[in-house]
């Protein structure tokens, strides 16, 4: 009965919602808001890239570089012209979308594993640019961005300097990206999108635009990773050409396989299992990234569908608790 | 004039150790079609392992890690087929890239654990040997490099155009289930071309040390000039493979005498998304 799954699916989400906003009122530990407001980021980023990865069948090595544009938009407007952070952000997403449009024009046009390697090549040139043109982006570090001013309502005020806060701001624009990138898996957009991850020949053959609704998917995406950097740039306060180059591009790519493709539960799984896991368990920065690649293989080899895809093969009644 | 001869021979130095990778690269991705990123990780093991043989042993000369090297590599390359590749052979095509990152990062995050992070020199004797052809100068450490790798990628040339084995892994890589029916051994050939293709990675380490910081990421550039070398060759060309380190090394070389040595990487990776764009199998068809 759909009437039924609508009933589920509101007190799942409904339940995550409370959970999370619980969340930094359970744990006081500011080093564990800190840790979670970043996973938070995380999800948002790994959302974006799963309307490539996941829906249009894109594999890109070069999320982190619109990442880092969003992130440097965001942070230049507001140290080098001192313009505060709504408009910074609305401008960053705006400059993301042209950079990522001007990219993608040719690049879509490369097909397969080819596309890949285009991308890790385009994340190397932005990751290098940005380090090289020192006038603009700061050279190695651009230090410096505030946080949004806070908002004087009557009563109270909402001060965006105060960690929680910041939490529940990271927060707001999570659901609000992972609310787009649904609505738009299930529109008309992203029916051409899985039309094209499932058969590029017989997509075309339908009447289904390639190439443009693979321009579609990555402006989408990329506008969306520009959300993430600016609000990675104003949290941190200080950030590095590093974060626009492939590392992070690998990063956002394996969280999104190991937790499992197109699923809510899988974004949230694969961002916590990559980033908080390691730390929780208290492993040495070092030991870092073998953990990583040693989970991204077992995924590989052992569950390709990702762990929260896997779950949902299990039962269908597991599949249906699970967004 | 002079800077010119000058710059074509330093191309043609650094082109010689791009090659040698680029040429483990297009054989593994000829039979696997798994564009092999972890050969990266063995370029760092290679140069590594190179460090360590000369503190253990003393002042002993540092290209007798080759023969730790070629074991080391060959034992791995043949572990990593076994273990990651193999069973996802039949995979979508994302599957064996994505375990190809893994094992990268596995291989990288191992050699930081096991070698340290801190980042090393290797001294060569070769280094402080100039030699003058004319107005052109290099170091005997570079003349080394280039009989190395040149011999090397001649002879594994030679080894898959003319000899039996060499024969089977080109029918496996022209097409797989006809190789099969004629009774040639997929596994067999993949784990021969792994094995292979890790060994000559880390011989390219070997050559690269004296003139890198070496370290755990050292291999991490190598590798994505390696990948578009095979791209600017034809994925799986072997002879692409060659030609196109070459001509990278060249592009380097010129586009950092003649334009700016600081966006020496942008050039290349440009020149790199220009090809694709413009042909979508590499400047030479297999």
């Known amino acids: 009965m759909p009437s039924k799954g609508r009933v589920s699916k509101f007190w799942i989400y409904g339940g995550l919602i409370t959970l999370a906003l619980l969340f930094p009122i359970l744990i006081t530990s500011g080093y564990w808001i800190h840790m979670l407001t970043i996973g938070m980021i995380y999800i948002l980023l790994v959302a974006s890239l799963d309307l490539l990865y996941g829906y249009t069948g894109l594999i890109t090595l070069g999320h982190g570089a619109f990442f880092g544009i969003g992130a440097y938009a965001c942070g230049i407007l507001q140290v080098k012209l001192g313009i505060s952070f709504w408009p910074s952000l609305l401008a960053s997403i705006a400059i993301t979308g042209v950079v990522a449009f001007l990219i993608g024009v040719p690049m879509l046009r490369i097909r397969g594993p080819y596309f890949a390697l285009g991308t890790l090549a385009v994340a190397a040139i932005i990751q290098i640019i940005i380090a090289n043109w020192e006038s603009v982006t700061g050279g190695y570090t651009l230090y410096g961005i505030p946080k949004p001013s806070s908002w004087n309502l009557r009563a109270f005020t909402i001060d965006f300097g105060s960690k929680m806060v910041y939490y529940y701001l990271v927060l707001v624009f999570v659901a609000f990206t992972v609310f787009v990138v649904k609505r738009i898996a299930n529109s008309r957009w992203g029916r051409a999108f899985i039309a094209i991850r499932e058969n590029e020949e017989l997509a075309q053959a339908t009447g289904v635009n390639l190439w443009g609704y693979k321009l579609l998917s990555f402006v989408i995406a990329s506008c969306l990773a520009a959300i993430g950097g600016s609000l990675y740039a104003s949290y941190m306060g200080a950030i590095e050409p590093a974060i626009s180059g492939f590392n992070m591009g690998f990063t956002f790519l394996a969280m999104t396989i190991i937790g499992g493709p197109t699923t809510l539960g899988g974004y949230v799984v694969g961002s916590f299992i990559v980033w908080v896991l390691p730390e929780f368990l208290g492993f040495a920065e070092i030991y870092r990234p073998l953990l990583y690649g040693l989970l991204l293989v077992l995924v590989m080899v052992f569950m390709p569908q990702g762990i929260i895809g896997r779950l949902k093969m299990l039962n269908p009644a597991i599949a249906r608790c699970i967004p | ?286």
């Open chain 2, 1 to 286: 004039m002079e800077t010119l001869a000058q710059q074509l021979v330093n191309g043609l130095i650094a082109g010689s150790s791009y090659a040698l990778v680029a040429l483990g690269l297009t054989i593994i991705y000829g039979i696997m079609a798994v564009p092999n990123f972890a050969l990266g990780a063995l370029i760092a093991l290679g140069a590594l392992v190179t460090a360590v043989w000369t503190e253990w042993l003393g002042h002993v000369f540092y290209l007798t890690s080759l023969i730790p090297v070629i074991v080391i590599g060959t034992f791995i390359g043949v572990l990593t087929d076994r273990l990651a590749f193999r069973p996802i052979r039949f995979a979508p095509h994302a599957a064996g890239f994505v375990s190809a990152l893994g094992i990268y990062l596995i291989l990288e995050g191992g050699w930081n654990i096991l070698f340290g992070p801190q980042w090393r020199r290797i001294e060569s004797p070769y280094s402080a040997m100039v030699i003058n052809v004319g107005s052109i100068t290099f170091t005997a450490q570079h003349l080394a490099m280039f009989v190395i790798s040149g011999g090397l990628a001649a002879g594994t040339y030679l080894f898959i155009m003319n000899t039996p084995t060499g024969k089977q892994i080109r029918a496996v890589s022209e097409n797989a289930d006809a190789a099969a029916l004629l009774g040639i051994s997929l596994n067999k050939m993949s784990l021969l071309v792994f094995g292979l293709g890790s060994a000559l990675a880390g011989v390219a380490g070997v050559l690269m040390a004296p003139m890198a910081a070496v370290g755990a990421s050292m291999g991490l550039f190598p590798i994505v000039k390696a990948f578009i070398i095979v791209v600017l060759g034809g994925m799986g060309s072997i002879r692409g493979a060659i030609a196109g380190g070459f001509i990278l090394g060249l592009v380097e070389a010129l586009g950092a005498g003649y334009i700016s040595s600081m966006y020496k990487d942008v050039f290349s990776f440009g020149v790199f998304v220009l090809v694709l764009m413009l042909t979508s199998g590499g400047l030479f068809k297999r």
